[in-house]
Every structure is written in C-alpha cells, then in structure tokens.
C-alpha cells in the first residue's frame, strides 16, 4: 500500500515537473510569445494589447500557476493566434488520436504474439530465421513509408480503401472503419515488428528457465510446459514493452494523420507548430507528456499485479 | 544393506550402452547400470564429468542439441524409454519417475502458488483432481515437513527459503509414489544444518514409499550417507562402481581414490598436507579415529616457519594484530514511503587474532560472516565498535589509514569468474594492488613475475586473460594479487567453496604454504567446517549476526558448548561418519 | 526506491543472446551468425557512408539546380533513381540527403552519449543516495518527452532546422545512455573484482576508468549503434512533417513528403528515399546487434 503511494506520489512529481519544463521551454523563446502572436507587421502598441489581453506581462511565475490552475479545471486558455478556446480542440481531436493507437496496438500484438512465439520455437531453423529477418527490416521501416507503400497499393492500386480523411462512427460505421484500415496497418505493421523481436526474445528466455524442466518432470510435454508455464512468466515483460510501445505509438500517430489527413491530436499539434501558436503547443504537449506519463504509471501497476514477487516487495 | 538384494527380480531400471553427445562431440562414453527397485545409488563425479547429463537421458529432458544413445528400460515399460517420443516420456515422468534438481531458487515457478504446482503432479497423471488434488498437497506439504502446510500451499515460490522450496520440490516428485526418485545435487545449495535435514527427508520419504533412488552429486560424504551403491563418473566414463563400502574403503581405480583422499580433510600425507588426485597412492581410506587424530593438520604442521607465532606461544602481554569490538552492523531498509525498518546484520561482535594466528570464521548463509569480512577490510562502515589492524582502526572514511592497513590486510575472494577484471592480463590484474602505491610499471611487472611464480602459475600466465584459466587456477591470480605488496594479514573469503574437490585440495595446500612462507596471520571465511578445522587454530562460530562461540579448533568441534554448533558439527557430513553409519 | 521501478527496467533484451549451450557447436554457429548480422550491418552503415562521402567530391547533377526540360522523368540511365518535379536528379539527392542524415544521427548520439554515460556511471557508483535517484528521476522525466515530440517542440520554439532537430534528438536520447551505463555500472560494482580494486586501495576515479569504463563500453557502443537508428528515424519523420531540415538542404524524410502527391503517377521518388531511410536504420540495428553478441563478456569469458 505505502509502495502504492510512493509511487503516486512519484508520478505527481514527475508530471510536476514536466509542466515546469514544457511551460520553461515555451519561455526560452527569443522574443516573446504575443510578439510572435502579433506578427512581423506588429507595432508595440498591437503587442502590448496582446501581451495585456492574455496577461502575458505579468511575472513568469503568475503565468505559470494560472497556466497549471487552468489545467486542473480542464481550461487550457485561449490561443493567442486563433483566438479560439484550446480545451474543446484537444477533446476533439484526442478521441481521434487514442482510437487510432489503441486499434494498431491491438491488430500490433495480434500479430507479434503468435508471430514472435513461431519464431522462438523455430530458433536455429530456417523458418525461424526468416521470421527474425523480416522483423528486423520491419523495424527499420519509418511507419510514413509503410503509409504511403499502403496507399500506393491498396488506395491508387487496388482501390480498397480511401487514401485520406476521417469519417466519424455515427456518420456511418463502414466509412469509419474503411477510413480507419490503412492509418491503422501503418502504424501496427511496424510496430508489429518491434514486438515481434520482444516477444521472441521472451519467449526463449522463458524457454531456459528451469521451472519449465521441472514441469517437463512432473509429466508435462515440452510444448505444453511453454504453454501453462511458460506464456504467462513470458507475457509479464511483453505487457510490460505494449505499454512502453503505446508512448511511441501516441508520437507515431503525429506523423500518421499528417499523412492521412486525419483530425488527431498531432495534426492539430503540427498545426500550431507552423502557426506558432505556442500556448496551443503548449497544451497539446503537455496533454502528450501526461498520456505517456500515465500510460507508465498503469504499466507499472500492473506489473505489481501481474507478478506476485513484485506484490510481496511493495 | 538397508534394503532387500537388487539382484533379486529384474531391476526397475536398466541403462546399456548409454552414450550421450552433441554432433560433434563425446559427452558421455557408453555407460551401463542399473538400479534395482528400491535401490539407492549414488553418481558422483566432479563439474563436466556427466553425471548430470545421465540424469537428463534418463528422464528425456536433455537440451535439444544433445542426443542420446544406447538402451534405457524401465520395468514394466516395454521398450527402450530412449525411443518414445516426448507425449509418451510425460507420460512416465512423475507418475513412475521423479526428479528432484538442484536450484531451488529457480525450479520453480515462480507466478503459481506452491500448492498448485504440488497438485499439477497429480492432475496431470489424473491420479486426483480438483479439490481432491488440493487437499492431497496440502497432505504431501505436511508429509515434507513444511510447517503450516496449508498456508504454505497458498504461498508463492519467493515466499519460501531455500530448503522449503526443495521440500515443495520433493513432495511435487513424489505425490504419485513413483518407483523411482532422481535426485540431481538436491543439497548442494543449501546450507549443512538444512542439506541434513532434506537428506534425512529424502530418506524417510523414499523409505516410506520403496522408491528407488539414483542420487547425483560431488560430494562424496552425502553420497555416503544416502546411498548403497555409488557409480564414479570422470570425464563421460563410469571409472568404477561397487557398494559404498567397496568404493570407500578400497577403491581400485586412480581417480576414484584421487577423489577420495582429496575430499577427507582429516587426511593428510607425511608432509602434513592435504592428499591431491597426485599424492593419493599413499592414502589409506576415510579416517579410523586414531588415524584422523595421528594425521597432523596444517594449521600445527608449520612450525619451522621463523614467524609463526601462535597464540598460546605469544605471551600474556602480546598485542592482537586485529582487534574487534563491539562490532554492530545494522542496514536500513526502506519499504515504500515513510516506513524504515532496520535489519541487524551484526551484533556485538568481539575477535582478536593474534600474530600468527589462524582464524576461522564458520556461518550458514545469513550468519553475517560476509559482513564482518567486508568491515574488517574497510569496504561498509559499522555501525558501532571498532575494528583495529595493527595500529590502524578501520574506518572507511579515513583513506589514509585505510591506505595503510590495506599495504597490512589483503583479500582473496569468493568466486574464480568475478573477482578478476575479465578485460585485464593476469599481469595487470595481479598488479593493480601496487599502482595504489605508486608502483613504476618495471617494478610492477617484475614483482608480478615472481609472485605469480609463487602461486604455482607458469610465466605466460601473466599475459592471458581470466577466462583462459581454470577455476582453480583463477584461484591462484586471486593469491597472488593479495600476496604481491607482502601483507601480514590475509582474509579470504570462502575462497574453495566453488572449486571441485580435487583443485580444492591444491589450492588449500598453497594456501597454507604461503601462510608459513610469508609468515601470515589468517582469516579464513566458510560456511565448510572441515576446510576451516584443516588450516586454522581458531575458530568462531556465527549466526544470525552474532558470535556463537569461540575457541580453539579442538575445543569447538570436540567440545561444542552451544546447541547450535553441536548442529553444526553433527550436520556437517564426512566420510568417516557416514560410513560408520552404513 | 519503490517496486514497480523494475517494471521498465526488466524490460526483456528484445535481441539478447541466447544462453550458449553446453557444446561448443552451437557456440560457434551463433557467432558466425552474430558476424553475418554485424557484417551486413556495416555494409549497409557502409554504403550510407560511401553515399555521403563521395557527395562532397562528386555527384551525378548539381542538386540545387532545376531542370525544368527533364522534369519528373522516371527510371533511365541519365538519371537512375528518376527526377522530381523541379527536374532535379533524386541519385543527387539521396546522395546529399546521406549527409544530412549522418550528421544529424552523429551529433545526437555524441550528445546523449558525452552527457548519459558520465551521468549513469556516476549514478551507478556514488552511495550518495540523493544524487542517483535526482539523476534518476531527471531521466524519468525527460524519458517523456519521445524524441520526436521533443523535436517537435524545439522546432516551435526555436523555428524548424536541422540544429534544433540534432539538439533536440540528442536531448531526448540521454535517458537511455545514462540508464544503459547505470545498470551496467551497478552490475560491475557488484562483482568482486571491484572489491578487491577497492581492498587494493584504488580510488573511486581508478576504478571508474581502469575496470567500469572498459566493462561497460561494449554496452555503450551497442546504444550508440540502436540510438544512432531512431535518430535516422526521427529525422526521417520530422523532416516529413517539415519540421526538420528545410530546403534547399536535401533530406530524405522532405523527399518522401514532397513524393506525396506524385504517388500514382511518379512512385519511384517515395521508394528510393524510402528504401534509404530503411536502409539506414536496418545498417545501424544490424551492427548494434552484431557488437552486442560480439562485445558481451558474459559470452567472451565461456568461450
């Protein structure tokens, strides 16, 4: 209970501390954010009306605690370019965003398990070997490539699915769906072959362990050790590097719905990068960071839970 | 003979012609035995000798790199057990055969409940099922002796010690009664007082049940003690086998008897030191008392070295050379946020060695002797006490007194493959001691040279890496190394206990060698009361962090005064003991 | 300090080497696999290289000037890789393009590398308690900034380009040098050698350089190698977005990006930056995991 709160307390922290750095970085700016707000053409007085309306010229740390306080209300402020309240975009397009990784996680390990456990087994044969080579060509392919290899094939090729665009669930499940395949195989095939080589190496540390010959002792097949014994001592770390990969995904997705023109939260991301709508960055990375953030902390957790070794240290 | 004439009846298990080995290579030479049923034999050999291997044949659990030939037959199995395929193999495999290994901390697993993996044994082989199967582990649980037994069932692997996880191991290996019981070094990593009691279990539970027994192990006084017949494995062959009786007293082959004399520690040849695989033709068998007390031990044999002072010769006013008292070591541990709590690794600890002296200090795991060792040599701070080497009191933030004790106080330490620099000569590594100094490099290559020539190593020795040498040989860098800026004191920490019988031997004699060449006062570590009883005059016995009892060699293992060190003693297996038990 | 710390550290080698078996066959058919792995990985790094090398000597087209006659021209022999739709020759560009993504790749590992290992060895080492876990929580907190979210952010503060990209790759890389040097310190610390390095009276700054630096340097050289590959990787991706090298400068993720909107009608220009790109990081991963088996000394000392 107390290595619970500990760890609580150890996430309260470091998210702390991220919005430190994320707001700092915001501030290392040369010149200041209403100037760049205002524009090239701007003069002092369109700057200092700026600077006053968002209250940009209070002391640093007054804007920091209003941009954290905003925060924990759920109000991200109002950008100073676009004028347009923050927090209703994030929610927006974070739905699109969590739908897109969750999805290639999935279809990700749908391949990766039974893929990288063939290849454990078939270690040292032919098979296994090709199994390994292609997972290693899979992981050095940027998943933009693997998009636009997708879109030439199965969009200007075959003509299957949409090369773009976004189609809501209550406009119609079908279209949401077909809009949904090729940003999701994109980032699921590489990813795939991350967990692929994850999923191997687990499976075959698995395999030395001694408790499998103890259950091979008492009667077990080799095959049906691995299977009672072995998956789930196997599936702990496995669980583990998901959870890890799902961070990656989350920063993947940025560059996927670029290429898909897709309304998640890294186009809107990219959006204000290119306006330079700093508080709007602001917000989105932090909303960015704290995902990754939690998404350790639940890792973590369920470590706790998963091993009984971990459980009794806590 | 505890049990009725294996000869009588087809015997349970036969093995013809086994040859074990990968593609390329040999493991282990055609090899024929058999174990009648209830029969208890032993297999013992030294680290690659097969033994193990063998184990795995006849169980059909060898690495798939391996293969194996020859005929294995088990009665009432037709066929050869080498044939079947591995759906068939489980099927035998803890209904008629069991296997017991040697790594609890790792045989099991470690995400079920002990319970649980007790019951697989049965469910497997549908002899109980469910609830039934349940409550037959919690019954096997408490047949092994494990206190609570239904607490324990619900309790995960990393909950147990180390002899409770060989108990869970036994009772899974035997819940189906099989006929036989393979045992692969099942003691090896435990403790003497906890080894004893799971080979008194061992025994009790194969008794009860007329199991056989094939019993794989490097030591000789377990065998001993378990076994009717023995089987003697060097280098993939079966050099000889008889009953234990036959190999122990009058063995016929070299190596058998090599073995033997190298592993009584209560032998020694006429210059007083331990018998080696090379001196063993003039062994005469594990000892009849008078000649255990005739055979002089090395720690009395060193009387004309000029500086060997023992402290009964010293006079009443002479000064200890160390000192310790009032030793107290007490770590923190921190559990999650707020709560600490402190576990006491050493308490009131008082020891003084006198010039000359020669100290053991003997402990099970967890006694604290490592502690003390790592205090004494100024690597942890104590707690409270004081430690005092020569004129110096050790204190690990004192670097110039530190300095100076350690030109005074050196280590050899426990394991050959980690305590030498694996990306380091021999040259370097046995050097290192004399950079602190100040050392040119033509004085440190030259002081190299002779010291490593004192440890018995062959000159190019100096420009070969650690892995290029032998465990034993590993052993005498780690001396030579603590030996090169001529220390008074050397404390060595278990430095044999992962050596095989015959190196340990050697390097035990050079040990107490250049203890008398070098005029040494020692302090020697082990958990082995033999080892310690052959080369030091003093002895403490520890536990639990605290100072048992002290004394004379003779006085605490022939006089014990605590009840633990009578366990201690009474634990410790030799061979003349478990022979005179047979 | 807690439990669950271990979650992310027991993370499984995803290309750990096997245990060595017990005959020496295997042992030396999985070294010649380890030296077929780390041969085809330095010929891929290899001719990354050659590609950037000769660029500064010799490339086929001068890479800055348009050709507007021989515009989007596809595969043929004056121009082996085709043209874009400036009429500029893609060989050049790939060729340049080598350049830029080895410097950034260099410079982001030398930075993560000269500020990680120093700041994991030292955590490793000291029995300052506050001071490994302020170095350790540090690299928790970078450790969520992804590298390409991190570059994202430098390029909207300091304005999209190849400095901020390298910076902010390197940055974001630290973590990983510094927990790879910590647990490779803490397991040579643990060893007795360094006790006897100790009861030899060496100092702290001896046993960092003479016995922790050598131990743990092949597990350095092998992050070095994998961080090399993201960085490929994450410039690939933010130059795509545009955020990462600008024009003129050749890079391969801008080529893929511009490739976008010829992808029916001219696919060669998104395949052979594409295939670069890939090659590029398949060279590094494959030395990475060539040196690993080659540089453990837990297999070195079986052998």
Same mark, same amino acid.
């Given at each position: 209970?107390?290595?619970?709160?500990?760890?609580?307390?150890?996430?309260?922290?470091?998210?702390?501390?991220?919005?430190?750095?994320?707001?700092?970085?915001?501030?290392?700016?040369?010149?200041?954010?209403?100037?760049?707000?205002?524009?090239?053409?701007?003069?002092?007085?369109?700057?200092?009306?700026?600077?006053?309306?968002?209250?940009?010229?209070?002391?640093?740390?007054?804007?920091?605690?209003?941009?954290?306080?905003?925060?924990?209300?759920?109000?991200?402020?109002?950008?100073?370019?676009?004028?347009?309240?923050?927090?209703?975009?994030?929610?927006?397009?974070?739905?699109?965003?969590?739908?897109?990784?969750?999805?290639?996680?999935?279809?990700?390990?749908?391949?990766?398990?039974?893929?990288?456990?063939?290849?454990?087994?078939?270690?040292?044969?032919?098979?296994?070997?090709?199994?390994?080579?292609?997972?290693?060509?899979?992981?050095? $392919?940027?998943?933009?490539?693997?998009?636009?290899?997708?879109?030439?094939?199965?969009?200007?090729?075959?003509?299957?699915?949409?090369?773009?665009?976004?189609?809501?669930?209550?406009?119609?499940?079908?279209?949401?769906?077909?809009?949904?395949?090729?940003?999701?195989?994109?980032?699921?095939?590489?990813?795939?072959?991350?967990?692929?080589?994850?999923?191997?190496?687990?499976?075959?540390?698995?395999?030395?362990?001694?408790?499998?010959?103890?259950?091979?002792?008492?009667?077990?097949?080799?095959?049906?050790?691995?299977?009672?014994?072995?998956?789930?001592?196997?599936?702990?770390? $496995?669980?583990?590097?998901?959870?890890?990969?799902?961070?990656?995904?989350?920063?993947?997705? $940025?560059?996927?719905?670029?290429?898909? $023109?897709?309304?998640?939260?890294?186009?809107?991301?990219?959006?204000?990068?290119?306006?330079?709508?700093?508080?709007?960055?602001?917000?989105?990375?932090?909303?960015?960071?704290?995902?990754?953030?939690?998404?350790?902390?639940?890792?973590?957790?369920?470590?706790?839970?998963?091993?009984?070794?971990?459980?009794?240290?806590? | 003979?505890?049990?009725?004439?294996?000869?009588?009846?087809?015997?349970?298990?036969?093995?013809?012609?086994?040859?074990?080995?990968?593609?390329?290579?040999?493991?282990?030479?055609?090899?024929?035995?058999?174990?009648?049923?209830?029969?208890?034999?032993?297999?013992?050999?030294?680290?690659?000798?097969?033994?193990?291997?063998?184990?795995?044949?006849?169980?059909?659990?060898?690495?798939?790199?391996?293969?194996?030939?020859?005929?294995?037959?088990?009665?009432?199995?037709?066929?050869?057990?080498?044939?079947?395929?591995?759906?068939?193999?489980?099927?035998?495999?803890?209904?008629?055969?069991?296997?017991?290994? #040697?790594?609890?901390?790792?045989?099991?697993?470690?995400?079920?409940?002990?319970?649980?993996?007790?019951?697989?044994?049965?469910?497997?082989?549908?002899?109980?099922?469910?609830?039934?199967?349940?409550?037959?582990?919690?019954?096997?649980?408490?047949?092994?002796?494990?206190?609570?037994?239904?607490?324990?069932?619900?309790?995960?692997?990393?909950?147990?010690?180390?002899?409770?996880?060989?108990?869970?191991?036994?009772?899974?290996?035997?819940?189906?009664?099989?006929?036989?019981?393979?045992?692969?070094?099942?003691?090896?990593?435990?403790?003497?007082?906890? #080894?004893?009691?799971?080979?008194?279990?061992?025994?009790?539970?194969?008794?009860?049940?007329?199991?056989?027994?094939?019993?794989?192990?490097?030591?000789?006084?377990?065998?001993?003690?378990?076994?009717?017949?023995?089987?003697?494995?060097?280098?993939?062959?079966?050099?000889?086998?008889?009953?234990?009786?036959?190999?122990?007293?009058?063995?016929?082959?070299?190596?058998?008897?090599?073995?033997?004399?190298?592993?009584?520690?209560?032998?020694?040849?006429?210059?007083?030191?331990?018998?080696?695989?090379?001196?063993? *033709?003039?062994?005469?068998?594990?000892?009849?008392?008078?000649?255990?007390?005739?055979?002089?031990?090395?720690?009395?044999?060193?009387?004309? *070295?000029?500086?060997?002072?023992?402290?009964?010769?010293?006079?009443?006013?002479?000064?200890?050379?160390?000192?310790?008292?009032?030793?107290?070591?007490?770590?923190?541990?921190?559990?999650?946020?707020?709560?600490?709590?402190?576990?006491?690794?050493?308490?009131?600890?008082?020891?003084?060695?006198?010039?000359?002296?020669?100290?053991?200090?003997?402990?099970?795991?967890?006694?604290?002797?490592?502690?003390?060792?790592?205090?004494? *040599?100024?690597?942890?701070?104590?707690?409270?006490?004081?430690?005092?080497?020569?004129?110096?009191?050790?204190?690990?933030?004192?670097?110039?007194?530190?300095?100076?004790?350690? #030109?005074?106080?050196?280590?050899?330490?426990?394991?050959?493959?980690?305590?030498?620099?694996?990306?380091?000569?021999?040259?370097?590594?046995?050097?290192?001691?004399?950079?602190?100094?100040?050392?040119?490099? *033509?004085?440190?290559?030259?002081?190299?040279?002779?010291?490593?020539?004192?440890?018995?190593?062959?000159?190019?020795?100096?420009?070969?890496?650690?892995?290029?040498?032998?465990?034993?040989?590993?052993?005498?860098?780690?001396?030579?190394?603590?030996?090169?800026?001529?220390?008074?004191?050397?404390?060595?920490?278990?430095?044999?206990?992962?050596?095989?019988?015959?190196?340990?031997?050697?390097?035990?004699?050079?040990?107490?060698?250049?203890?008398?060449?070098?005029?040494?006062?020692?302090?020697?570590?082990?958990?082995?009361?033999?080892?310690?009883?052959?080369?030091?005059?003093?002895?403490?016995?520890?536990?639990?962090?605290?100072?048992?009892?002290?004394?004379?060699?003779?006085?605490?293992?022939?006089?014990?005064?605590?009840?633990?060190?009578?366990?201690?003693?009474?634990?410790?297996?030799?061979?003349?003991?478990?022979?005179?038990? #047979? | 300090?807690?439990?669950?710390?271990?979650?992310?550290?027991?993370?499984?080698?995803?290309?750990?080497?096997?245990?060595?078996?017990?005959?020496?066959?295997?042992?030396?058919?999985?070294?010649?696999?380890?030296?077929?792995?780390?041969?085809?990985?330095?010929?891929?790094?290899?001719?990354?290289?050659?590609?950037?090398?000769?660029?500064?000597?010799?490339?086929?087209?001068?890479?800055?000037?348009?050709?507007?006659?021989?515009?989007?021209?596809?595969?043929?022999?004056?121009?082996?890789?085709?043209?874009?739709?400036?009429?500029?020759?893609?060989?050049?560009?790939?060729?340049?393009?080598?350049?830029?993504?080895?410097?950034?790749?260099?410079?982001?590992?030398?930075?993560?590398?000269?500020?990680?290992?120093?700041?994991?060895?030292?955590?490793?080492?000291?029995?300052?308690?506050?001071?490994?876990?302020?170095?350790?929580?540090?690299? +928790?907190?970078?450790?969520?900034?992804?590298?390409?979210?991190?570059?994202?952010?430098?390029?909207?503060?300091?304005?999209?380009?190849?400095?901020?990209?390298?910076? =902010?790759?390197?940055?974001?890389?630290?973590?990983?040098?510094?927990?790879?040097?910590?647990?490779?310190?803490?397991?040579?610390?643990?060893?007795?050698?360094?006790? =006897?390095?100790?009861?030899?009276?060496?100092?702290?700054?001896?046993?960092?350089?003479?016995?922790?630096?050598?131990?743990?340097?092949?597990?350095?050289?092998?992050?070095?190698?994998?961080?090399?590959?993201?960085?490929?990787?994450?410039?690939?991706?933010?130059?795509?977005?545009?955020?990462?090298?600008?024009?003129?400068?050749?890079?391969?993720?801008?080529?893929?990006?511009?490739?976008?909107?010829?992808?029916?009608?001219?696919?060669?220009? =998104?395949?052979?930056?594409?295939?670069?790109?890939?090659?590029?990081?398949?060279?590094?991963?494959?030395?990475? +995991?060539?040196?690993? +088996?080659?540089?453990?000394?837990?297999?070195?000392?079986?052998?």
């Amino acid at each position: 209970m107390s290595a619970l709160l500990s760890r609580l307390l150890q996430f309260l922290l470091t998210v702390w501390a991220a919005t430190v750095v994320v707001f700092a970085l915001m501030q290392v700016l040369p010149g200041n954010a209403a100037q760049v707000a205002a524009g090239l053409q701007a003069t002092p007085e369109d700057v200092a009306r700026i600077e006053a309306e968002f209250g940009l010229d209070r002391p640093l740390p007054v804007q920091y605690l209003d941009w954290v306080g905003g925060m924990l209300r759920g109000d991200f402020g109002t950008s100073y370019v676009t004028h347009v309240p923050i927090s209703p975009l994030i929610a927006d397009s974070v739905q699109v965003t969590l739908i897109l990784v969750l999805a290639s996680m999935a279809v990700a390990l749908l391949i990766a398990v039974p893929v990288g456990s063939t290849a454990a087994l078939l270690r040292g044969r032919a098979a296994g070997a090709v199994l390994s080579g292609l997972s290693q060509v899979g992981v050095a $392919v940027p998943n933009f490539l693997a998009a636009i290899l997708l879109v030439m094939v199965f969009s200007l090729g075959l003509g299957w699915f949409p090369s773009s665009g976004w189609q809501a669930p209550i406009e119609g499940f079908g279209g949401f769906l077909s809009h949904l395949v090729l940003p999701v195989l994109a980032l699921a095939l590489v990813q795939a072959a991350i967990l692929t080589r994850y999923v191997r190496s687990a499976v075959l540390e698995v395999l030395r362990e001694d408790y499998l010959r103890t259950a091979r002792a008492k009667g077990r097949t080799a095959a049906g050790a691995l299977a009672v014994h072995g998956l789930r001592n196997a599936a702990i770390p $496995v669980i583990t590097v998901a959870g890890v990969q799902l961070a990656t995904l989350l920063v993947g997705a $940025v560059v996927i719905e670029q290429v898909f $023109v897709l309304p998640g939260i890294g186009s809107e991301l990219i959006r204000a990068v290119q306006n330079r709508d700093l508080l709007t960055v602001q917000g989105i990375v932090m909303v960015l960071v704290l995902m990754v953030l939690v998404l350790n902390l639940v890792i973590d957790l369920l470590y706790t839970v998963l091993d009984p070794r971990v459980r009794s240290r806590s | 003979m505890r049990r009725t004439d294996p000869q009588a009846g087809t015997p349970l298990l036969t093995v013809e012609g086994l040859t074990i080995g990968t593609r390329a290579r040999t493991l282990v030479e055609p090899l024929s035995f058999a174990i009648g049923a209830g029969e208890r034999v032993g297999l013992i050999g030294e680290s690659g000798s097969g033994k193990s291997l063998t184990a795995s044949a006849v169980m059909g659990l060898l690495a798939s790199e391996l293969s194996a030939a020859g005929r294995v037959e088990l009665a009432g199995e037709g066929g050869n057990l080498l044939d079947l395929d591995e759906r068939a193999l489980a099927r035998l495999r803890g209904r008629r055969m069991g296997m017991v290994f #040697q790594e609890p901390m790792s045989a099991l697993n470690p995400l079920m409940r002990v319970g649980d993996q007790v019951a697989e044994t049965m469910t497997l082989h549908g002899t109980a099922r469910g609830r039934q199967a349940t409550a037959r582990a919690v019954e096997l649980l408490d047949q092994v002796h494990l206190p609570d037994p239904a607490q324990a069932a619900r309790a995960y692997p990393h909950q147990l010690s180390g002899g409770q996880r060989q108990r869970v191991m036994l009772a899974a290996a035997l819940a189906n009664s099989p006929d036989l019981l393979i045992c692969d070094e099942p003691t090896t990593a435990l403790d003497v007082t906890v #080894q004893a009691a799971v080979l008194d279990l061992i025994d009790e539970q194969i008794a009860a049940r007329g199991t056989g027994l094939l019993f794989i192990t490097h030591d000789l006084a377990v065998v001993a003690r378990v076994c009717e017949r023995v089987l003697v494995m060097h280098a993939g062959r079966v050099v000889e086998s008889g009953t234990v009786e036959q190999i122990f007293t009058r063995p016929q082959h070299a190596y058998t008897r090599g073995l033997l004399a190298a592993s009584d520690l209560t032998a020694t040849d006429a210059r007083g030191r331990l018998f080696t695989i090379r001196t063993a *033709a003039e062994y005469r068998g594990p000892g009849t008392p008078e000649q255990a007390e005739a055979a002089p031990r090395a720690a009395e044999s060193g009387e004309a *070295a000029p500086t060997e002072a023992r402290p009964s010769d010293a006079g009443e006013d002479a000064r200890p050379l160390i000192e310790i008292r009032g030793l107290e070591k007490t770590y923190v541990r921190r559990g999650g946020l707020f709560r600490r709590h402190e576990v006491r690794a050493l308490a009131g600890i008082d020891v003084s060695v006198m010039p000359g002296g020669r100290l053991g200090v003997v402990g099970e795991s967890g006694s604290g002797k490592t502690t003390l060792l790592s205090i004494l *040599a100024g690597l942890i701070p104590a707690s409270a006490g004081t430690v005092r080497v020569g004129d110096v009191l050790v204190d690990p933030h004192d670097a110039a007194g530190l300095a100076a004790m350690r #030109q005074d106080l050196q280590v050899v330490f426990q394991d050959p493959f980690a305590s030498l620099d694996p990306r380091m000569t021999t040259e370097e590594i046995v050097a290192e001691p004399l950079r602190s100094l100040g050392a040119g490099s *033509a004085e440190r290559r030259r002081r190299a040279a002779e010291v490593v020539e004192a440890v018995g190593l062959d000159r190019d020795a100096l420009f070969r890496y650690p892995h290029q040498f032998s465990g034993g040989q590993r052993q005498r860098i780690s001396i030579a190394r603590a030996l090169i800026c001529r220390p008074r004191i050397l404390v060595a920490d278990e430095p044999v206990s992962a050596l095989d019988v015959s190196v340990r031997a050697q390097v035990l004699n050079l040990l107490s060698d250049l203890v008398d060449e070098y005029g040494l006062t020692l302090v020697f570590v082990s958990h082995d009361l033999g080892v310690v009883r052959h080369l030091c005059d003093e002895v403490v016995v520890m536990r639990g962090g605290e100072l048992v009892e002290a004394g004379t060699v003779e006085a605490v293992y022939d006089r014990p005064q605590q009840e633990y060190t009578r366990a201690l003693v009474a634990a410790t297996p030799t061979l003349a003991g478990a022979l005179a038990a #047979q | 300090m807690s439990a669950p710390r271990s979650a992310v550290e027991a993370l499984p080698d995803p290309v750990a080497p096997a245990a060595p078996g017990p005959a020496s066959p295997t042992a030396s058919r999985r070294s010649r696999r380890a030296d077929l792995t780390l041969v085809t990985g330095a010929v891929l790094v290899g001719l990354v290289v050659v590609l950037a090398l000769v660029s500064f000597v010799w490339t086929p087209y001068d890479y800055a000037a348009p050709d507007p006659a021989a515009r989007l021209q596809g595969v043929s022999a004056a121009h082996p890789f085709g043209t874009d739709r400036y009429g500029r020759d893609t060989l050049t560009w790939i060729m340049m393009g080598a350049r830029i993504t080895l410097l950034v790749g260099l410079i982001a590992v030398v930075i993560a590398l000269v500020v990680g290992v120093p700041l994991g060895v030292l955590a490793g080492m000291t029995r300052i308690r506050w001071l490994s876990g302020l170095v350790m929580r540090g690299s +928790d907190v970078l450790l969520a900034f992804p590298a390409l979210l991190l570059a994202i952010v430098f390029s909207a503060v300091f304005g999209p380009g190849t400095v901020p990209a390298m910076c =902010a790759l390197g940055i974001a890389a630290i973590p990983a040098f510094a927990r790879v040097a910590r647990s490779g310190t803490l397991q040579i610390m643990s060893r007795e050698f360094i006790a =006897a390095a100790r009861t030899a009276n060496r100092s702290p700054w001896a046993i960092a350089v003479t016995h922790v630096l050598p131990n743990i340097g092949g597990l350095v050289v092998v992050q070095a190698s994998v961080a090399f590959a993201l960085s490929v990787l994450a410039e690939a991706g933010l130059s795509f977005l545009g955020l990462g090298t600008q024009p003129p400068t050749p890079s391969w993720g801008r080529m893929l990006q511009e490739s976008q909107q010829y992808l029916g009608t001219a696919p060669e220009l =998104a395949i052979f930056p594409g295939v670069f790109i890939a090659v590029a990081v398949l060279g590094f991963n494959l030395l990475g +995991d060539g040196l690993r +088996d080659r540089l453990d000394p837990t297999l070195r000392g079986r052998e």
